[in-house]
T-cell receptor
Framework: EAGVTQFPSHSVIEKGQTVTLRCDPI?????LYWYRRVMGKEIKFLLH????????ESGMPNNRFLAERTGGTYSTLKVQPAELEDSGVYFC?????????FGPGTRLLVL | QKEVEQNSGPLSVPEGAIASLNCTYS??????FFWYRQYSGKSPELIMS????GDKEDGRFTAQLNKASQYVSLLIRDSQPSDSATYLC???????????FGTGTRLKVLA
């Protein structure tokens, strides 16, 4: 069974540009999550989808971040415009019930 | 006080010894606890979940939960150099699917 996959693995962009991160969950997992880890800090929750619906987006930092999950399969997380403090590792996770399985992350560097 | 606290380490143990990793949490209502292992640059990998007070064993790993004292620990018996990684403690917020992570403890097993 394939695990959670994320694309790209790395992204380097300039402040003010737009970046879109993609996550493909484990097949059959209705729950999909985005988390972020900034340098030296803990992994922090961003939001939770159940199928295509946003169940909890309490961790989204501001309206520069937009997450979508059209069709309830893969998800995208767009940052527009990117700021320096958005740099970090963005993890996606998926679950059938409450145990979450994580992808390898996208390392984002905003210069 | 942080919601989930871990000693950042590094915790160094000789090969073959028992490594003991600790985690405390602040929400007394928490019911679900998870240990993840993360190698540098890789995805967090689930090792154990624990829900009831006491010990839960899986191979060389034992998770221990004490809800009265609000701590959860992970013991690794017969530590191997391949166990060298960062170990993340995660606590699920009751009534949600959101995890709160500690900053992780870096374990070094010395050959």
């Amino acid at each position: 069974e394939a695990g959670v996959t994320q694309f790209p693995s790395h992204s380097v962009i300039e402040k003010g540009q737009t970046v879109t991160l993609r996550c493909d969950p484990i097949s059959g997992h209705d729950n999909l999550y985005w988390y972020r880890r900034v340098m030296g800090k803990e992994i922090k929750f961003l939001l939770h989808f159940v199928k295509e619906s946003k169940q909890d987006e309490s961790g989204m930092p501001n309206n520069r971040f937009l997450a979508e999950r059209t069709g309830g399969t893969y998800s995208t997380l767009k940052v527009q415009p990117a700021e320096l403090e958005d740099s970090g590792v963005y993890f996606c996770a998926s679950s059938h019930e409450e145990t979450q399985y994580f992808g390898p992350g996208t390392r984002l560097l905003v210069l | 006080q942080k919601e989930v606290e871990q000693n950042s380490g590094p915790l160094s143990v000789p090969e073959g010894a028992i490594a003991s990793l600790n985690c405390t949490y602040s929400d007394r209502g928490s019911q679900s606890f998870f240990w993840y292992r993360q190698y540098s640059g890789k995805s967090p990998e689930l090792i154990m979940s624990i829900y009831s007070n006491g010990d839960k064993e899986d191979g060389r790993f034992t998770a221990q939960l004490n809800k009265a004292s609000q701590y959860v620990s992970l013991l690794i018996r017969d530590s191997q150099p391949s166990d060298s990684a960062t170990y993340l403690c995660a606590v699920k917020i009751p009534g949600t699917y959101k995890y709160i992570f500690g900053t992780g403890t870096r374990l070094k097993v010395l050959a």
